[in-house]
């Protein structure tokens, strides 16, 4: 039979787990991708947008006249044209030497020379060159997800083959961890990861089997670290590379634990969703953020409006939303899937902390992006 594993007669606090398991931890290697494939990854270094429209285009179809010809033209007093004007379409190229688009009733062509009967001012009807994009102008800056948004300039831009850092992430699930296995997929991928899922019975062969290091950058274990007799993923772990920590001072999630296979950085999650999602969010999504170049995730600083008191040695994760200008707690250590669902932001209480009084300004991180 095998042994329970056991957590430490002390947890390891937060911040120094989550320093060991970063340190030394570098951006992969960019790789190209159509535009079609990037959304979501991490923009690496780009090269400078060429101009969009690259020529003055029709806006919309008439006439391509240059406006300076056309100064005091009306209907009452037109003005005859030896030559009839070219007739553009919308999104045409405008002609050399012409800077404005009149409508087709503008131009009289009924008699014998065509006649102009109302003026233009430059850039009438027009789109000039560099309006949309300008010249030079990036993408989107490194470091930064592709959102539709940018991928619409890149398409625009005629550009085929965009550099981004996209993070190859494993999932291993063992034993029913479905459901939270499909939260953090679904997680990894909307921060950009690559990820392939598998799964493993609770044996420790088995687990370490499925740690398999080639083809991924990071590797996630679902379920297995807790004390129970079935409960083997971290001496799975320990067997194939180096186990740096179980048990983190993390509230929810304490029987989480980090490692790494050779240069593989590995994160244990427990299986229920609420310890998993607060685990992500304080170790694993750090981990996956540095591999793909991210930079800063985006946070909202806000008066509390209500006192969160919080236990000291203990990390706790906090669930808020806004309301009137205020965070208003949903949960605090004890996450349950409606508040994770609800939640607009997520507050890491540092373990040296006691807490946070009502009106203190603090700094979330948004979950709605």
Not at 125 to 154: F, M, T
Request: aromatic fraction near 2%.
């Amino acid at each position: 039979m095998v042994s329970a594993q056991r957590l430490p007669a002390s947890l390891t606090a937060l911040d120094v787990a989550l320093a060991a398991v970063l340190r030394d931890l570098v951006p992969v290697q960019p790789i190209e991708l159509p535009p079609a494939d990037a959304l979501r990854s991490i923009a690496a270094e780009m090269p400078a947008l060429r101009a969009c429209p690259p020529h003055d285009v029709a806006v919309n179809d008439g006439w391509a006249m240059r406006a300076n010809d056309l100064v005091g033209a009306s209907s009452y007093a037109p003005l005859a044209v030896t030559e009839l004007p070219v007739w553009v379409v919308a999104g045409a190229a405008m002609p050399d030497g012409t800077d404005c688009v009149v409508d087709a009733d503008a131009v009289d062509t009924s008699g014998p020379l065509p006649q102009v009967l109302a003026e233009a001012i430059p850039g009438q009807g027009v789109r000039r060159a560099g309006s949309d994009v300008a010249a030079g102008r990036a993408v989107i800056a490194a470091g930064e997800p592709l959102l539709p948004r940018g991928l619409l300039l890149a398409r625009a831009a005629g550009l085929e083959l965009l550099r981004v850092r996209r993070p190859r992430l494993r999932i291993v699930n063992i034993a029913n961890g479905e459901l939270t296995a499909q939260l953090i997929a679904d997680t990894a991928r909307l921060a950009g990861a690559e990820v392939t899922c598998t799964a493993a019975t609770p044996d420790v062969t088995a687990i370490a089997s499925a740690l398999d290091t080639a083809g991924c950058d990071l590797i996630i274990t679902i379920g297995g670290t807790g004390v129970g007799h079935t409960d083997a993923a971290v001496n799975a772990l320990a067997t194939r590379g180096m186990l740096i920590a179980h048990g983190i001072a993390l509230q929810p999630g304490r029987t989480m634990a980090v490692g790494r296979i050779d240069a593989t950085s590995v994160v244990a999650l427990p299986g229920a969703p609420d310890q998993a999602f607060a685990a992500w969010w304080a170790i694993a999504l750090p981990l996956l953020d540095r591999l793909s170049g991210r930079q800063p995730r985006r946070t909202l600083a806000l008066p509390l409006e209500r006192k969160i008191a919080s236990g000291v040695g203990i990390a706790e994760v906090v669930l808020l939303t806004r309301q009137q200008g205020y965070w208003a707690v949903l949960a605090i250590g004890d996450l349950s899937l409606d508040a994770i669902a609800r939640a607009e932001g997520l507050l890491i209480v540092p373990g040296a902390a006691e807490g946070f009084a009502a009106g203190t300004l603090v700094d979330a991180y948004m979950l709605r992006e």
